[in-house]
Nanobody, 122 residues
């Protein structure tokens, strides 16, 4: 399993931007699809975005399309989630995950980071 660590969360006003980072170690990062999920208190974990191992294909949940962009740099074992035009409903703990066939379901991922808090004030 690859080990993952997220960073970049924080407090931002509605309409602002944040960029989250995910760093992989102890594994072949480039062989995994990387997904981003989020979970608000009392809510179930929600799919946000996924990028394939090569970075050639991406997918997003409808509520973030046009606002969020997922990317990766395999040479640096990192993946990023650029979040623009943030809304209060984006407030959650954000997790990155790695899976050989990771898609839009949490069960398709094997490794998870510890999460980073994103709070959007209105």
């Amino acid at each position: 399993q690859v080990q993952l660590a997220e960073s970049g969360g924080g407090l931002v006003q509605a309409g602002g931007s944040l960029k989250l980072s995910c760093v992989g170690s102890r594994g072949t990062f480039s062989r995994y699809n990387i997904g981003w999920f989020r979970q608000a208190p009392g809510k179930e974990r929600e799919f946000v975005a996924v990028i394939t191992w090569s970075g050639r294909s991406t997918d997003y949940t409808g509520s973030v399309k046009g606002r969020f962009t997922i990317s990766r740099d395999n040479a640096k074992n990192t993946a990023s989630l650029q979040m623009n035009s943030l809304k209060a409903e984006d407030t959650a703990v954000y997790y990155c995950a790695a899976g050989f066939r990771g898609s839009d379901e949490a069960r398709t991922y094997d490794s998870w980071g510890q999460g980073t808090q994103v709070t959007v004030s209105s």
